[in-house]
């Protein structure tokens, strides 16, 4: 029960920002290895210590959200007073996130993906950060959903038809590239933009908030539930479903990412498993009114 208890005594005296950046100064927690890729199974890398289900599946334990350094916060002096109830308290001026808050999160999130992929629905995740563009584009791929790692636009989901043209007009090329044949790089770099939601007819069921990006209260008018990985050092703008943890932590955002991709393609696989027995046989038809 008091597990997390035993953090202070692997951390050392000193937390500084170098170790929320995965740098090996100070003593640090030790993990284990990180398991190779099963035979068979999909390029994005799996996590490590995740714990087998019976049924082949993993189920995520707070020993293995400590192996990731999700606990990790702020210091003290800029730790927002909102945050205070995801905290364990504060070691050596550093923050530390509760893992059991961080995990009921996490659960809480997943059963919510799950139910909208298992409803038909569409997620968008998004993300800003140069250092999340390809885990977010993974996410999104991989998933079969949206996605958006470059930038947000303002007006994407408030004034939907004037984004769809937008949206559509970066994707295609312009009249002139068409006739010459030359494609400007300013081009590429705009239909780059905009590749994970050229697809997206209607608003998403739900948006994933990797990070700290300002999405303008556009999700809230348009009844969108966003989720979103929360720090210590701000506020939760616009985030309806938080994940107390450490926003600084790559290792943490491929654990994320693992389990997202996992929900979805879960709930889809029950969608279509579903769908064999509720579809009626031939069989089963009813007989029409003059052959009763």
Known sequence: ??????????????????????????????????????????????PPGFRRDSDGGRTLTTRDLMATR?????????????NYRYLLGFLSGHAIIDPEKTLLSLRRVLSLLKKISFSGGKVLVVSTQPKLARLTRVIGEQSGHFYLARKWTPGLL???????????????????????????????????????????????DAIVLLDSTSLHGE??????????????????RDVDYPIPANANS???????????????????????????YTSPAEGDLPAAAGHR
């Open 1 to 46: 029960m008091f597990r997390h208890l035993r953090v202070g005594h692997r951390l050392g005296a000193g937390l500084s920002r170098a170790a929320r950046r995965g740098a090996s100064s100070g003593a640090e927690l030790q993990s284990r290895p990180p398991r190779p890729p099963a035979a068979g199974s999909s390029s994005y890398p799996q």
């Open 158 to 204: 408030s004034n939907w038809e004037l984004s769809r043209r937008q949206v559509r007009k970066a994707i295609e090329l312009s009249p002139i590239a068409q006739r010459t044949g030359r494609v400007r790089q300013s081009d590429v770099q705009r239909a780059l933009n905009f590749k994970g939601i050229e697809h997206m007819a209607r608003p998403p």
């Open 219 to 236: 999700p809230a008018a348009a009844n969108i539930p966003v989720i979103g990985v929360v720090d210590t050092d701000g506020p939760a």
């Open 250 to 276: 790559v290792r943490f955002y491929h654990t994320l990412a693992n389990l997202l991709v996992r929900a979805l393609k879960e709930g889809e696989a029950l969608r279509a498993t579903l769908g064999e």
């Open 70 to 82: 999700a606990f990790l916060g702020y210091e003290q002096r800029v730790t927002h007073p909102a």
